[in-house]
């Protein structure tokens, strides 16, 4: 693992959460289209990280398959999982969610947030379409530019952080081209970015700048993410993370 790539982790590591979101977002989502799935439903969480949406799958009663590429992610959702009681339900596996032992057609659900970017939206629609059963329902987030006017230092950061940050209307025809039916959008607010991800992390920078043992990469990590929650409360009009759920058919 490269340094730029270890101080990504270890900052991540001291957060509550990897990505913006919502327990009780979640919670409701899973509510609305939970009619749709069998008994016992078996699903995944890919790229789960330490567990934010796991947590949430498994007090539904489903068995899920978490999904990581980073153990020490699992690891902490395991150990929270042990306190919850709802170990019995999961199965962590280190592994890209483009690549897992799952077999085709098995799953009830699959769930995932804010994690699709690190394969690509169309690398992962197209996977999880192979180990989902039919009628099977897809939820998951991901960042979205929200219209097609765009000021250009918002697309000249984007270009900078992930060029292929696409609009809904993108995501849903490739995911209609893919099989799959579309159910429901719903924003991750900027509410929501504040309470669950820029709150805990500002703590963490904080915490990072007063440890004398922090190494500069690690201070220059946090000074990246502050840079980042500086440049989403100017522009949160223009991107923002969008919940989509869709069923195979
Ligand atoms: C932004 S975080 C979101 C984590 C979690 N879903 C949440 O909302 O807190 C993205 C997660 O994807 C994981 N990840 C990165 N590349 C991956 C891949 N190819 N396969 C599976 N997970 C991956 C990272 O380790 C990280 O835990």
């Not at 032992?101 to 804010?114: P, Q, T, V, Y």
């Not at 950061?157 to 159910?183: H, M």
């Not at 970015?193 to 990469?217: L, R, T």
Request: charged residues 25%; negative net charge.
């Amino acid at each position: 693992m490269d340094n730029i790539l270890h101080d990504l982790f270890t900052f991540f590591e001291k957060m509550p959460r990897q990505g913006p979101g919502s327990i009780k977002l979640t919670n409701n989502l899973l509510q609305k289209f939970f009619h749709l799935l069998p008994p016992n439903p078996i699903g995944a969480d890919m790229g789960s990280g330490s567990g934010a949406a796991t947590l949430v799958l498994a007090e539904k009663a489903i068995s899920v398959t978490a999904v990581d590429v980073h153990k020490p992610f699992l690891d902490e959702l395991m150990r929270k999982a042990s306190e919850r009681k709802l170990d019995h339900l999961i199965t962590p596996v280190v592994a890209s969610m483009t690549d897992t032992k799952i077999a085709e057609n098995s799953l009830d659900i699959i769930w995932s947030e804010g994690a699709l970017f690190t394969v690509g939206l169309e690398n992962a629609l197209k996977y999880f379409s192979s180990i989902l059963k039919k009628g099977g329902v897809l939820g998951f987030s991901d960042c979205f530019l929200f219209q097609k006017d765009t000021p250009d230092n918002v697309i000249a950061q984007w270009k900078e952080w992930d060029s292929n940050i696409k609009t809904v209307p993108d995501a849903l025809k490739i995911a209609e081209g893919l099989g799959y039916r579309f159910l429901h959008a719903e924003a991750v607010t900027p509410e929501m970015w504040e309470e669950s991800y820029f709150g805990p992390m500002e703590k963490v920078i904080e915490s990072i700048e007063a440890d004398k043992n922090s190494s500069a990469g690690l201070l220059e990590r946090a000074r990246i993410n502050r840079k980042e929650a500086k440049f989403f409360r100017e522009n949160n009009a223009y991107y923002g993370y969008m919940f989509l759920i869709l069923q195979k058919i």
